[in-house]
């Protein structure tokens, strides 16, 4: 996991040095960003050497933000740790106001959120802090502690921040619900058809989609494998493995061996796998000079449909979930599809949109499932991976609700 640790001025922030340690010996990524109060406490020398990693702290460093900008910090996290967290950031992320480094870092991320909060008793007992902790628990923000107790300032009550080992046991309660342990097998990109050994049919399929998911996924403990067509993109994930294919036929060879020997939990089907194949394939270069008409017909087949097979086979996923890219009634055509392929979800996207079609950065879904709906609004298809892949945990685990 990649984990963005804030640390904010507090006394508290000795106890963070620690937390990053038992991050760090856990197998997570560690990059820490401290506020200016929170460099009064503890030097950045202790966080670079215990995270082994540059640490940032402002927003206005010029080499800080060549070697990691604050956007790409935001982007790389998967979740930011906020320890300790004082009653002043606490209360600044949950109005959104963004004055520094860490409090940019966390509006401009999609990673979830936890809070180590660490202050005076009367602080947090404030009706403004409290407004404030509940505004963020109602967004998802996870809050850890504070624990009860003697304070540093001789104060007794609730305000200190909870022990290390503490906080890597509840974060870890809540990692461990996610992918770990479960095996996922994805296709992704276009297939390529070929005519002759220079000429194939291809589809507009960037593969973006579904490395996006792939790597999510691994992300999040799943073991993945894909299988793509040829794209342009690479995956770099410990727990993913990439078998390249070109066609359609070399994509359900693949998918199928893997059904074989394998019991896979969740099967995607991200890939624009080409409807039809040329039936024969000219071992020569076609020569314009050979065809005496202006004219030239390729006679094409039918391809064998992939993620139906999945459907069928007797080695089926728990869960199988296909992709509909259509220009017009999408969701009408993508729960016929559903209904023909025996599908558990289908993801319909409107690729007559130019900013979430084919290629783009960016989608927008309605995940129909043979219960219930979801809309995915418009996002970076990396947001758009995590919040399917969160609808689809649910329902593996049984706890999804209309
Ligand atoms: O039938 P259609 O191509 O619109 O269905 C789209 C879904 O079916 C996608 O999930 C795609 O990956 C999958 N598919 C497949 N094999 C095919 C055609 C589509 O797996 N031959």
Redesign the pocket.
């Given at each position: 996991m990649n984990i963005v640790v804030g640390v904010c001025g507090g006394i508290a922030a000795y106890k963070t040095a620690h937390l990053v340690r038992l991050f760090k010996k856990t197998g997570h990524d560690v990059r820490v960003v401290m506020t200016d109060s929170a460099q009064q406490f503890v030097t950045s020398m202790t966080f670079q050497a215990l995270s082994g990693n540059e640490v940032a702290t402002d927003l206005w460093d010029e080499q800080q933000e060549a070697a990691m900008g604050h956007i790409s910090l935001a982007k790389w996290a998967d979740w930011i740790v906020i320890a300790p967290a004082t009653a002043n950031t606490l209360s600044k992320i949950a109005q959104g106001i963004g004055d520094n480094l860490l409090t940019t870092t966390v509006l401009a991320s999609d990673a979830r959120l936890a809070l180590l909060p660490a202050m005076n008793q009367q602080m947090w007992a404030s009706s403004a802090v409290q407004a404030n902790v509940a505004e963020l628990v109602q967004r998802d923000v996870v809050m850890i502690g504070p624990d009860s107790g003697e304070q540093a300032c001789g104060d007794v009550g609730a305000g200190r921040m909870v022990e290390p080992e503490q906080a890597l046991k509840e974060l870890g309660e809540i990692w461990h619900q996610s992918w770990s342990g479960k095996l996922v097998l994805i296709?992704a990109g276009p297939t390529l058809e070929d005519i002759d050994p220079v000429r194939f049919i291809g589809n507009r399929s960037s593969g973006k989609m579904g490395y996006a998911l792939a790597e999510q996924a691994a992300r999040q403990g799943a073991e993945v494998i894909l299988v793509s067509g040829p794209v342009a993109l690479k995956l770099n994930h410990p727990n993913t493995d990439l078998i390249h294919v070109r066609s359609?036929q070399q994509m359900m060879d693949a998918v199928q061996a893997q059904l074989e020997s394998n019991e896979f939990d969740v099967f995607i089907?991200?890939?624009?796998?080409a409807?039809y194949t040329p039936i024969q394939v000219s071992e020569q270069k076609i020569k314009k000079s050979e065809h005496v008409s202006d004219e030239m017909v390729i006679q094409l087949k039918k391809?064998?449909?992939?993620?139906?097979g999945v459907a069928a086979h007797v080695n089926r996923p728990q869960c199988v979930l296909?992709?509909?890219?259509e220009t017009q009634d999408v969701v009408g055509y993508a729960q016929s599809?559903l209904a023909r392929?025996n599908l558990d979800w289908i993801a319909a996207n409107d690729v007559s949109q130019s900013e979430i079609g084919f290629d783009s950065n960016e989608n927008a879904i309605t995940l129909i499932g043979k219960d219930s709906t979801h809309t995915i609004k418009q996002a970076s298809k990396t947001h758009v991976a995590k919040e399917l892949l969160e609808i689809i945990l649910k329902d593996l685990e049984g706890s999804i609700h209309e």
């Open positions: 296709t359609a089907g991200a890939a624009a796998v409807d391809n064998p449909d992939i993620i139906a296909g992709f509909a890219a599809k392929k």
